[in-house]
Each structure stands twice: as C-alpha cells, then as structure tokens.
C-alpha cells in the first residue's frame, strides 16, 4: 500500500519540464528564447507557424558554444530533437527577417528532458525501483508527445479551416 502511495508522488516528480507559447514576430524582427541544462539533457523543440503571409519562418537552434545546432529557413512547422552537448545556455530563434510588412504568429514547444543521473545502484530494491522510475518516465515522455501531437493537430486544423473559408 505504501509503494502506491508514492507512484502518483514519483510521477509528478518525473515529468519533464514542457513549455509551450503563442508568439507574435513582427516584420524584419527576431525572437529568441533560452533555457540553462547540463550536458546530456535531452532537449526538443516543435514550431507551427498559425497565422501571417506564406506561414514561414527561419528558426534557428544554438548551443552555449556560439555553434549553431539548426538552422531552417522558410519552415512552416518542424520537430527537433538533440542531447545537450555540453552545460550552458541554449538559444532558440524564430527569426521574420525576411518579410518586408506581414508579422507572423508562432506556435511552440521546448521539451526540456532530465539531465542524465550519474549515480551508481546497488541491491535489489534499488534495482526494482529504479526500473519502476525508468518506466513511469517513458509513459512521461510519451505522454507528453501525445499531447505535443494534439495540440500541432489543432492549429493545423486552425489554419486549413481559415484556408477553406477564405477561398470559398
């Protein structure tokens, strides 16, 4: 009874860190955000443009080393995902460079995973409890794709259905 007790706990503890904004970038603009996390966390970044001229954008993903990790240009929508190649700062930008008047609405993701464990277990409890951990951290995380998938469906849904009612 105990152990149950303290799943529902343990899980809520696992959970990755997910932030998800609506942005607006203004013409000839550039927006960027950041996040801190050591070496070996895994990291993702989902992007839909929802609303303004062609639905592009260049987006672009640097590292606390200055080296760029991504670069798109003109990307309606995207999905990236990497492990943190050393501690510091990363940088996400959605960049309207290119357009001479029309802003443009952004939706988007940053998955922030738990930074790898370096501690070593020992003894049999450990080992099952550790194996518990490890599975209710993989239905986090897929959970949380779902999710990510539900809400990249709706603004789709969003922008097609603005494009049929405008051309029809």
Known sequence: MYKLSLVPLLL???????????????AHAEE???DK???GTKMGLMFEVAEGGFLDIDVRIVG??????HQGERESN???????????VYQYCFSNQMS????KIVMFSMDIGDAPSDATNEGEDEASHNKLED?????????????????YMQVRDRIHRAINENTN
């Open 64 to 69: 606390p080393d200055g080296k760029t990790i």
């Open 78 to 88: 995207g999905k990236y995902t990497f492990a943190a190649h050393m501690d510091g």
């Open 100 to 103: 001479t008047m029309t802003p």
């Open 12 to 26: 809520a503890s696992l959970m990755s860190q997910v932030e998800s904004y609506f942005i607006t970038v203004d």
């Open 32 to 34: 960027c955000f950041f």
């Open 135 to 151: 599975m209710i951290k993989e239905l986090s995380t897929a959970l949380t794709g779902v999710k990510h998938e539900q809400e």
């Open 37 to 39: 996390v050591k070496s």
